[in-house]
């Protein structure tokens, strides 16, 4: 069975610093993987996707995420953090499963220090 | 472009009682999917469709029930309120083709039942 952890509940920030967020996925071939932004009281939207090809995917909002196997991590980096970024960030795997269904993270809660 | 339209945003039910949660696309996506949110443990899914017709469990089925009649409909039913369902629930939608396609989602139904 995929899973999806995220270590980091809550991280925090200041503005203008860079940020790494962790994800480690459990998935036996492989994966496609997906980071996704909630703003508050907002739906979840897609920052970046990775299913083949090179292991370092540009996002929108200046995110970026590198896809390693042998540590079976997609970490999220930005180099430097904006105030508007302050949200929770769900990594995310998929495969080839009917229904093209995904497995979540728990999320990691992002605030960010004028 | 509306995307993923999910009514009402916010709802209070009685224990006992019944709702529907309303969720329409207008992407034309093959692919529909009820979500719920609770604190920490990211997204657990519902209920999924790959088609008009058709539609299958997810990870935490029990207490609702789905329909899927039309293409862009996609309405999820509590037919007896606990309080275990209170959640944010999310409405999500995907292009049947490839396993990579990204879901898309809408902006939640915050239901509280006491």
């Known amino acids: 069975a995929q899973s999806v952890t995220q270590p980091d509940i809550h991280i925090t920030v200041s503005e203008g610093a860079s940020l790494e967020l962790r994800c480690n996925y459990s ?20 920052l970046l996707k990775y299913f083949s090809g090179d292991t370092l995917v540009q996002g929108i909002k200046g ?52 | 472009n509306a995307g993923v339209t999910q009514t009402p945003k916010f709802r209070i039910l009685k224990i006992g009682q019944s709702m529907t949660l309303q969720c329409t696309q207008d992407m034309n996506h093959n692919y529909m999917y009820w ?40 309405p999820l039913r509590l037919e007896l309120a606990a309080p275990s369902q209170t959640s944010v629930y999310f409405c999500a939608s995907s292009f049947r083709a490839g396993q990579n396609q990204p879901q898309h989602f809408g902006d939640g139904t915050r239901l509280s039942i006491l």
């Open chain 2, 35 to 74: 979500y719920r949110q609770d604190p920490g443990m990211g997204l657990k899914l519902i209920y999924y469709s790959v088609g008009a017709g058709i539609t299958d469990k997810g990870e935490v089925p029990n207490g609702y029930n789905v329909s899927r009649s039309t293409t862009e409909d996609f």
């Open chain 1, 63 to 114: 995110f970026e995420a590198e896809f390693k196997r042998s540590q079976s991590s997609f970490n999220l980096r930005k180099p430097s953090v904006h105030w508007s970024d302050a949200a929770e960030y769900f990594c995310a795997v998929g495969g080839n499963n009917a229904g093209n269904m995904l497995t979540f993270g728990g999320g990691t809660r992002l605030m960010v220090k004028p």
């Open chain 1, 27 to 46: 998935y036996g071939a492989t994966p496609y993987l997906f980071w996704y932004v909630q703003s508050p009281g907002q739906g979840l939207q897609l």
